[in-house]
């Protein structure tokens, strides 16, 4: 069923606000059709676009762009840059270092390694619609290409589809779009925006020592950051060192060191140490069980409580998180020469004094590593917080009253979703696609431009996350998307520039799948199909 139209929260939106001395970038590589099976096949063209069209779809005031973040002086991420630098591929432009790793250079944009036509740093222009572009695919020819590939049996008996001009919101092609159905891990998308509409983009979550007047018992206090590190600095993208600055992890260590300086100035070598995790409140059980995705959600834990040295991807977890990360820290205050007792846990009063604190990486970095990697824990911990927020308890009941509060706050269409956790590991949850095109339209809103890293934090095709292995057949860097994958269940919900150079925001639902491999590759070849179709 194609439905055209204006979505309501759409209705009256302007055009993109001129990005003050912003330069209009212009993409020398056009789009091409990327897999065989295509009907349409269209030849390479030149494309121009917005800052925005690429990773945003909006002109970013310059003041908001400048803030701490994971993105360089010029709004291109930069975990993106170096990722794609590292892996040697030509085409695109990156925008420069400066002499001394700035971000910023003179002159024109060098040519560099880059993934494509959605890694194009910030330009901009009057208005949302590139200078020379036709309007938007029509919802007739849309649905001409869309709905053969729609109906592949490798997609299972049911599926719902929707796709938006992130420009205008205005719905362009809809297919059950407001039946709910399992969305697996795409609900990120939906954690993303309550979370950083709940808790603003440049909030910090802090763990922190407190020490008991009363009886000497130094207290390990839980903040909900599941990104927290014992390791030592291994100069990643995300680092340890919890100095507060830019997207350092908060560290464990850096905690220890100034703990026990706090002490020793206290004349205090020798402590009780306990452990308080009651920030959070429920169950610390996923209702999946046991399970390799996610750690124990609880509000303190070292690197997602993970056994070896992985950062992202299933791995077997600590039984305990909060008493492992107690003990970790135990050892680091001996090292500085402070001897403490086994830990065990406790709660610190309100009359506790605070000895010393770490902070993470601001929100806007969670949720870009959340929404790349597919960061279980991160989801849990960012919907909880979201929960405490909003006034609900930080556990499983809480997040289900506050996420669709949240989203219903924003005018988005919320009916008939569930929300029974943040990841999407819960197989009850329910999502339409209508809610998570909304999503993205929000997030791509010159309004809304803490909502960004929504679609910066979407994994590019070939190139990083979850897609780095998919797109493979010269697709690479032209989609940006969450995938979502339960057994039985594939979705796909993000970004593609057309050939006519129009930004549209697309999900893709589809549930009774029987292989998964054979779904996600007719998922992908949708999405691609957006891109090289010349649906206008």
Wanted: proline fraction near 7%.
């Amino acid at each position: 069923m194609i439905v055209p139209e204006l979505r309501p929260w759409r209705a009256a939106r302007p055009h993109v606000a001129r990005a003050a001395g912003a330069v209009r970038p212009r993409l020398a590589r056009a789009a091409r059709a990327a897999t065989p099976q295509l009907a349409r096949v269209t030849r390479p063209k030149t494309w121009q676009y917005t800052a925005g069209a690429a990773t945003a779809g909006l002109a970013l005031a310059a003041g908001v762009v400048t803030a701490a973040g994971p993105w360089d002086s010029m709004g291109q991420r930069t975990a993106e840059r170096d990722r794609a630098v590292a892996m040697e591929r030509t085409g695109g432009a990156d925008h420069g270092r400066g002499p001394e790793g700035s971000g910023t250079t003179s002159g024109a944009p060098r040519p560099a390694p880059s993934a494509g036509s959605v890694l194009t740093g910030l330009g901009g222009t009057a208005g949302g619609v590139p200078d020379g572009a036709e309007a938007g695919p029509g919802g007739t020819a849309l649905a001409d290409v869309l709905g053969p590939l729609l109906d592949d049996p490798a997609l299972g008996d049911r599926r719902a589809a929707s796709v938006v001009d992130l420009t205008t919101g205005e719905r362009l092609y809809g297919l059950d779009a407001d039946v709910p159905l399992t969305p697996a891990s795409t609900t990120k998308i939906a954690t993303a925006v309550a979370a950083l509409t709940a808790l603003g983009p440049d909030h910090r979550l802090t763990t922190r020592t407190a020490l008991e007047a009363d009886t000497g018992e130094v207290v390990l206090v839980g903040g909900g950051d599941p990104t927290l590190t014992a390791r030592e600095d291994d100069g990643g993208a995300l680092r340890p060192g919890g100095t507060g600055s830019g997207a350092d992890l908060a560290s464990l260590r850096t905690l220890a060191g100034k703990t026990a300086a706090a002490l020793k100035k206290r004349d205090v070598r020798k402590v009780t140490l306990s452990y308080d995790t009651t920030l959070y409140a429920g169950e610390e059980t996923h209702p999946i069980g046991v399970n390799e995705n996610l750690a124990l959600v609880t509000a303190l834990m070292a690197d997602e409580a993970r056994t070896d040295d992985s950062t992202s991807g299933p791995v077997t977890r600590e039984d305990d998180p909060a008493a492992d990360a107690a003990r970790a820290f135990a050892g680091f205050l001996e090292q500085h020469g402070v001897t403490a007792s086994p830990p065990g846990p406790s709660k610190a009063t309100e009359r506790a004094e605070t000895l010393a604190t770490v902070s993470s990486p601001p929100v806007s970095a969670l949720v870009e590593r959340m929404l790349t990697d597919s960061d279980n824990d991160l989801a849990e911990a960012l919907a909880r917080h979201t929960a405490l927020a909003t006034g609900e308890p930080a556990g499983f009941d809480g997040v289900s009253a506050a996420l669709p509060a949240r989203l219903e706050r924003l005018g988005l269409p919320v009916r008939g979703t569930r929300f029974h956790d943040g990841s999407g590991l819960d197989r009850t949850d329910r999502i339409t696609a209508d809610l998570l095109t909304a999503l993205l339209a929000e997030a791509a809103d010159p309004a809304r431009p803490e909502l960004r890293p929504v679609l910066t934090g979407l994994p590019v095709a070939g190139f990083t996350g979850t897609l780095s292995s998919r797109y493979t057949d010269g697709a690479a860097g032209l989609v940006r998307a969450k995938t979502g994958t339960l057994r039985g269940v594939n979705t796909l919900a993000g970004t593609v520039v057309t050939a006519e150079g129009r930004l549209l925001g697309f999900a893709f639902l589809a549930s009774g799948t029987t292989d998964a491999w054979s779904a996600q590759t007719a998922l992908d070849r949708a999405a691609t199909t957006l891109v090289s179709c010349g649906c206008a």
